[in-house]
């Protein structure tokens, strides 16, 4: 991702930084993190909470390292979330937008890929940004992928108001994952379908 | 000491406020994180839709909605007490869904009748259109189903299985009434989803069932906490692994019956986990909540990092129900879901820690 797409990305975070400061529900309880993936993947922001978070300057560069990206997402869990035991309430299932345009460069991504769907650790919204997105290898990671063709700064901040409605709902009790039951999201905006 | 009261038991509401308190959000100042701003603001839609009353009055007869006596209740609460056994159940809308102007979904009911008591809490799923319709119609329908069973035994029944199979109807009228209710408008049953957590005493014993999240603890004559029943541990927060009126879900109350000797229960507790999650773990902390209703808030109490503005203590209160329900607004970072709680005491026994 070059050019516009990715000022409209960073400008999108911004404005979802901002919106989220908005909610109290969100300043008390929501946590960001930003990770990239190019020749590597990289955790530009560990999990922060809203009120501390600083919207990263992002960078667009080299390849479509997928499979690292997902390995990354993997560690990150593991390391930063907190699991409900006997002894202390977990956090909230993450919600995860994974913003690509392309087609992964690298042939390990199918293996992490798999992991995460059969692991299930977070309720993960893969977007496929503009036509060139490889629909097909989100969906390996996730049954819940959307397409978002236009790519104009309107569509990216349509987009991000979509991603803070999707924050400020996931706080909802739902039926546990391995029952069927999962997150509900707002709908979409217009100019960004649910690939079936 | 035997105190009777009337079967009608009264609820006591807080009104809400006329209009939305609307506060302005504050600019942000620089090298200070923003603080939250909750404001509180009426529902925007009718507890239940007009089209449905009827309906409602058909699978929960005598159901007192929130909105029956005057303004959109807040809040509610209720006390009873006989034969020894004195019951106090509070239920306040969180201050998520009073930002949103959203109704409570949480409920609590207790009934009494001859030789015995019955109780129930309920938290409407988030993610279910119509959940607080499902709280308020599995708590009602379940106590008064498990009232009509109990109330013509005797006290001192020879039968220890009465009590189990009395609650076991309760669940089950309670999951026939929201599929019926769903039936009758045309809801999905998940648009219904609640859980349930019912206690009932009966000849000298008491037991409870339970189907989705939510605590319950016996505080027991020795000064030991007890758990009777807890729902599974999942993974993440917020996330249940049943719900009535679900497939399965009836199954899943059933098997979860314990029924044991009350003669050594000082208190019993039941919580939505509005107030659970607060006080997590329950096991640990039910001590010092109940600790703190008795006594008041002091320093001496562990308090599990929950601030409390009412600081008197609850059960010794002129006023137990708006005490109760002043004691709901404490505050937790993260925590500001609908609370209901409660708490049914033995008089004839001490709780010594």
């Not at chain 2, 006023?319 to 004839?348: M, S, Y």
Request: glycine fraction near 8%; charged fraction near 20%.
């Amino acid at each position: 991702m070059q050019g516009t797409p990715i000022e409209s990305v960073k400008s999108g975070i911004r404005q979802l930084h901002r919106d989220l400061l908005g909610d109290p529900q969100a300043i008390e309880s929501a946590y960001l993190s930003v990770l990239t993936f190019a020749n590597a993947a990289q955790q530009i922001v560990p999990l922060t909470e809203v009120a501390m978070f600083n919207p990263p300057e992002l960078q667009a560069s080299g390849q479509t390292n997928f499979g690292d990206g997902l390995r990354l997402l993997l560690e990150v869990f593991e390391r930063e979330l907190v699991r409900t035991t006997a002894d202390q309430k977990g956090d909230w299932r993450p919600l995860v937008f994974i913003l690509s345009d392309g087609a992964p460069t690298d042939v390990d991504w199918p293996v992490y890929a798999q992991q995460l769907r059969e692991r299930r650790p977070a309720n993960i919204i893969a977007v496929a940004c503009g036509d060139q997105a490889d629909v097909e290898a989100l969906k390996q990671v996730t049954e819940i992928v959307i397409q978002m063709q236009d790519m104009s700064p309107d569509a990216f901040k349509a987009f991000f108001r979509f991603v803070s409605a999707s924050v400020k709902q996931t706080s909802a009790k739902v039926g546990a994952v391995g029952d069927g039951g999962g997150i509900t999201l707002p709908p979409p905006p217009p100019g960004i379908t649910i690939v079936p | 000491m035997s105190h009777e009261t009337p079967d009608t038991e009264t609820p006591d509401t807080l009104g809400l406020p006329d209009a939305a308190v609307a506060t302005p959000l504050a600019a942000p100042i620089a090298a200070e994180p923003p603080r939250p701003i909750w404001t509180v603001t009426p529902p925007s839609v009718p507890w239940c839709p007009e089209e449905w009353s009827a309906h409602l009055d058909a699978v929960a007869p005598g159901l007192v909605r929130p909105d029956q006596h005057g303004p959109l209740a807040e809040a509610t609460g209720m006390r009873a007490a006989r034969d020894g056994w004195s019951l106090l159940v509070a239920s306040r809308r969180g201050r998520l869904h009073a930002h949103r102007g959203d109704h409570r979904e949480d409920a609590g009911q207790v009934l009494l009748f001859a030789h015995g008591w019955c109780a129930a809490v309920a938290d409407g799923a988030g993610s279910a259109t119509y959940s607080r319709l499902g709280a308020a119609i599995a708590t009602h329908v379940a106590t008064h189903a498990v009232r009509e069973a109990l109330q013509h035994g005797q006290a001192d029944s020879a039968e220890p299985a009465l009590l189990g199979r009395a609650l076991e109807s309760g669940a089950t009228a309670a999951n026939h009434a929201l599929r019926e209710f769903a039936t009758r408008c045309g809801l999905a049953l998940r648009d219904l989803r609640t859980t349930l957590l019912v206690a009932a005493l009966h000849g000298g014993r008491v037991g409870l069932l339970q189907v989705g999240d939510g605590a319950s603890a016996c505080l027991n004559a020795d000064g030991t906490v007890s758990q009777p029943l807890s729902g599974p541990i999942t993974e993440f927060s917020g996330e249940v692994a049943h719900f009535l009126p679900d497939d399965g879900a009836i199954e899943q109350l059933v098997q979860s019956l314990v029924v044991r000797d009350a003669s050594h229960c000082a208190a019993l507790i039941l919580a939505t986990d509005g107030v659970e999650d607060p006080w997590y773990p329950f096991t640990r902390h039910a001590g010092p909540l109940y600790a703190q209703l008795l006594h008041g808030v002091n320093e001496s109490v562990s308090s599990g990092g929950v601030t409390s503005s009412h600081r008197a203590p609850v059960l010794s209160a002129p006023d137990p129900v708006h005490a109760l329900i002043e004691w709901l607004a404490f505050e937790k970072r993260g925590e500001n879901d609908d609370r209901t709680l409660c708490v049914i005491r033995q008089d004839a026994v001490s709780w010594p820690a």
